[in-house]
């Protein structure tokens, strides 16, 4: 009777450690997918407020950015004397941000471009993209109807550039302290595609659905195993 009970303990010990290595192996591989999946969108978690401040001597700041395939970004603040600030965007390398054109008119006339304030979730491909290098977020208090940054806030500023892999989209997920309050900037993150696809405002990496399901089965797996181990503990010796 004692060696009955020895061999099915021993039975029950090897269908739990094969129970394992499945729900392990297939975890694993759940997670290789996420990963390469991944791959496909860059997420840069910066952190970094741009902010000039004239009591030290320091009127104007600018940051620089970088972006694959020779493109990048520039964030800049200038500050008066009496606090009025001004925020603005630069792209370089060919890359363009979501954002509408106008022509100032009058004797100084010229084209301003202005960066547009997107929501989380928004679709970054569809645009509209302003063929400008430069864009101004804010401009003082009064700013321009045109300015959609002058008040403190959060949002996303989308943008494109082109690489090898064809035409890339990204957001930058930008604070400001608002144009009355000097327009401070901070940078909180920005994302970029790398394989050619479309992404929305704030969209970081997430795994494919069939890596998900493969994730859901490994932990179907290991919730069996725990279930036939706590039965397995209850029998009697």
Do not use: C, H
Not at 97 to 107: H, L, N, P, R
Not at 116 to 124: D, E, M, P, Q, T
Request: without cysteine; hydrophobic residues 40%.
């Amino acid at each position: 009777m004692k060696t009955n009970t020895n061999r099915r303990q021993t039975t029950l010990s090897i269908a739990n450690s094969r129970w394992l290595t499945y729900t392990t192996a297939a975890t694993a591989t759940a997670l290789g997918g996420a990963m390469s999946a991944e791959a496909s969108v860059v997420v840069v978690n910066v952190n970094q407020t741009i902010s000039a401040n004239p009591a030290n001597g320091s009127s104007f700041v600018a940051a620089e950015f970088p972006l694959p395939a020779g493109n990048d970004f520039i964030l800049n603040n200038l500050r008066s004397s009496s606090g009025i600030g001004a925020g603005g965007i630069g792209m370089q390398g060919g890359a363009e941000f979501i954002g509408k054109s106008f022509a100032s008119g009058g004797s100084y006339s010229n084209v301003f471009a202005y960066p547009s304030k997107l929501a989380l979730g928004a679709n970054i491909a569809g645009g509209p993209f302003a063929p400008k290098a430069f864009g101004t977020l804010a401009f003082g208090t009064y700013g321009n109807p045109n300015s959609k940054w002058i008040q403190a806030g959060e949002g996303y500023i989308g943008f494109k550039f082109t690489d090898a892999a064809g035409t890339e989209y990204g957001w930058i997920d930008l604070s400001t302290n608002g144009a009355a309050a000097g327009e401070a900037l901070t940078l909180k993150s920005y994302a970029y595609t790398t394989a050619g696809e479309e992404i929305t405002a704030g969209q970081a990496a997430v795994p494919e659905p069939g890596s998900l399901a493969l994730l859901a089965a490994g932990g179907a797996g290991l919730l069996a195993w725990r279930q036939r181990r706590a039965r397995s503990a209850a029998l009697p010796g």
